[in-house]
């Protein structure tokens, strides 16, 4: 049975008159006018739970195959929503009046076990072998890469934090060296994760300089399992990206092996406090490494609504439309379709039903774009396509909304995001949650540094202020006794499941509580005349101050 939306429409003209009565005695946060404020409060958004039901009930059936990227799936999804789109009168938003902007994606399937070799200082050469002592992947400019007699040095973590005081590069020039890096960031950085202990850092860094390979040091057995398993896996990349010419991994024992004696304590103070210039490892790294490649044709979609005075900047809601298609084999039952209801229907179905708020509400001061990316479940491929090449330059976007995956519970106290504490987004939509009687949360699990892991990651990577809500716990009706337990039964029995499919009993609730706010959010900056902007101690604030120049 589907629930009767939060927001029924005889509660709407009180609801209004709340958020402007809070919004007229709470202080504001910088970049948000009381005026925008004051028309996102008023404004009225229907959302329906029967139409996100519809959405989900056709994106999750059979017939779309899991919406694999390239396949039936994505032919099928994308006609869905450009129908819908053009249902509701809204504008194409790619160029040259299209609807879709071309993500070309290559498949990485190794041909054969990688080959390498070490010759230390002494001259004598040592095999390395595949998935016992090293890792390798080709990167996306050659799938053939035979190089030999490459230098290697170690810089510590790969990174390169002024405002934290920590560098491990400094001047260092790696044109033709390999870099062997630590996974993850100093520990001074805290214990969950952040950009700097993330791939792309990783790879910029180590880019910046000419490093022809980078090589993660995995110290705990468990992440070096799972480094191995991964290797001999097929992988995508965006066609053209900027990578270095091949990736890898090692294990603890094969880099004190290649660092020598004194390797230990180069690693104690790479952890201690940055090395200020990696140290090289006296010997030299030869690879062979041959993998088949296959070219994925595949798109994101763009819809947008003009800004009425400010058409030349932008917010973007963004939701990925794939899943991971078919499983290898089918289950006891038959099944072998990850119907991907859930992950990311539910999204996909939100970031309509956000067009056809805006659609019906006040005209934006901004232009809006909903942004339906692809290839998310292979590596938020779609959107660091888009971030690559964007249709609205970066530095004219305001902020980036994400909607992957709708919370599917009762009410809630807490409105849950990831990255609690990144930028001025969020203390938007906590005055809107205080309307509701909730407050605005971390997402219970920053271990897992989910903010890094989904498509608004490569905005927040460009520069643009970017926020993703999730599933709250703190129910009203049990508190976190009854929702912590609710979301993680959930996820375990549906996350990538084949069970993942459309049901007719969704609770809707939440849902709608949190697509109301994520609606006045949007609102609130897309009429604001200044623009949001990152906590001081958000990672990303060097990249905004660029890009604030290119804008200005």
């Known amino acids: 049975m589907i629930r009767r939306s939060f927001f029924a429409a005889s509660a709407l003209p009180i609801l209004a008159a709340l958020a402007l009565s809070a ?52 032919r099928l999804t994308l006609a869905y929503l450009q129908a819908q789109y053009e249902a509701m009168g809204l504008e194409p938003g790619g160029r040259d009046v299209s609807w879709l902007q071309p993500v070309d994606l290559v498949r990485f399937t190794p041909a054969r076990a990688p080959m390498a070799t070490w010759k230390g200082s002494d001259g004598v050469a040592l095999a390395l072998t595949s998935g016992t002592d090293i890792t390798l992947r080709a990167g996306p400019a050659d799938p053939q890469v035979k190089l030999d007699g490459l230098p290697v040095v170690f810089a510590g973590y790969g990174v390169v934090a002024p405002e934290r005081g920590w560098d491990d590069y400094g001047s260092a020039d790696l044109t033709g ?33 000419g490093a022809v390979g980078v090589i993660t040091l995995q110290e ?32 603890a024992a094969t880099a004190e092996r290649l660092g020598g004696s004194a390797f230990a304590s180069v690693l104690t103070r790479a952890k201690a406090g940055g090395l200020g210039g990696p140290v090289s490892l006296d010997g030299t790294l030869s690879v062979d490494i041959d993998e088949t490649t296959e070219v994925i044709h595949s798109n994101n979609l763009l819809a947008r609504i003009p800004g009425a005075k400010r058409p030349d900047e932008y917010v973007i809601y963004s939701a990925h439309w794939d ?54 479940e292979q590596g938020l491929l779609g959107s660091e396509a888009y971030a690559a090449d964007p249709v609205y330059p970066l530095e004219r976007t305001a902020a980036d909304i994400n909607i992957d995956m709708l919370p599917f519970t009762p009410a809630t106290r ?37 903010y890094y892991r989904s498509d608004h990651f490569n905005f927040a990577a460009g520069g643009v202020p970017a926020l993703m809500p999730w599933t709250g716990r703190d129910f009203v009706e049990g508190g976190i006794e009854a929702g912590k337990p609710y979301y993680e039964g959930e996820m375990a029995k549906y996350y990538h499941q084949l069970k993942d499919e459309w049901r007719p009993d969704y609770d809707f609730t939440a849902a709608l509580q949190n697509l109301d706010l994520l609606y006045r959010l949007g609102l609130t900056v897309a009429d604001s005349t200044t623009w949001p902007a990152w906590k001081p101690t958000a990672e990303f604030n060097a990249i905004r101050d660029r890009s604030s120049d290119q804008r200005r």
């Open 23 to 74: 919004c007229a005695t709470a202080p504001l946060p910088a970049g948000a006018p009381t005026d925008a404020f004051a028309v996102a409060s008023a404004a009225h958004p229907q959302f329906s739970a029967q139409r996100l039901s519809d959405h989900i009930k056709y994106l999750a059936s059979d017939e779309l195959e899991g919406r694999f990227p390239g396949q039936i799936g994505e």
């Open 414 to 450: 807490d409105v849950a995001i990831f990255g609690v504490g990144k930028s001025e987004l969020e203390d938007i939509l906590g005055r809107f949650a205080a309307v509701q009687g909730r407050v605005v949360t971390g997402d219970g699990y920053p271990e897992e540094g989910f």
């Open 323 to 376: 899943h991971v298609g078919k499983a290898r084999q089918p289950d006891a039952t038959g099944d072998d379709i990850y119907n991907g209801a859930w992950d990311n229907a539910s999204g996909t179905a939100g970031l309509i039903e956000m067009a056809r708020a805006f659609k019906a509400g006040p005209a934006p001061e901004r232009t809006v774009v909903f942004l339906h990316v692809t290839a998310e």
């Open 220 to 251: 705990e057995a468990g992440r070096w399992r799972r480094a191995v398993g991964g290797a001999t896996r097929p992988q995508m990349t965006v066609k053209g990206s900027k990578e270095t010419r091949f990736t890898g991994a090692i294990d």
């Open 177 to 209: 060296k390999v870099v062997v890096v630590l996974r993850g960031q100093p520990a001074s950085m805290g214990a969950d994760p952040n950009f700097y202990g993330s791939t792309t850092h990783k790879m910029q860094e180590a880019l910046k300089r």
